[in-house]
């Protein structure tokens, strides 16, 4: 009997806070590229002390509204830079996506010796900062 290949599992990494079109062409064009796609989502603290960033939604309401999206398979957090190689590792991952944002960065190109490493392009005029902003003006 023939066996079913293995699935094409596909990691991305982010803060996804404030979830908007953005993100989620981000993550439907990564999840097109596989069969499943596992979320790195970066916890409160990583936030903090690495990305300087204090998110509006915490991690579990911003896990929350990653896992009701019908392209994203699972959530794990990310809590370290250096975790990555061990998690390609653990979701026996075939390719890892970044937006283009992150193109070159020595954050991920090393992991180009162990999967396939992708960056696709920002969706223009629109990011977590800019809605912030936005709403500030609004008030
Ligand atoms: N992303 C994207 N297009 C956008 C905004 C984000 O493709 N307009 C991608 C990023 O490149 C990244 C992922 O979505 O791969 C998560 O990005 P994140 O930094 O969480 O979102 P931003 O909106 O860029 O947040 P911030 O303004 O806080 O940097």
Redesign the pocket.
Known sequence: MKQNPKPKIVI???????L????I???E??KALGDRLYVGL?TDEFCAQE?N?R?FYGYDFRKEMLEALRCVDQVFPEETWQQKANDVKKYHTDIV??????AGSDRFEYLKNICKVK??????????????KRLGKNK
């Open positions: 991305t990494y982010g803060t996804f806070d404030i908007h079109y953005g993100h062409r981000l993550l064009r990564a970066s990305k960033k998110p996506v970044m937006g283009s944002d992150w960056y696709l392009s920002r969706t223009p005029d629109i990011s977590t900062t800019e809605i912030k």
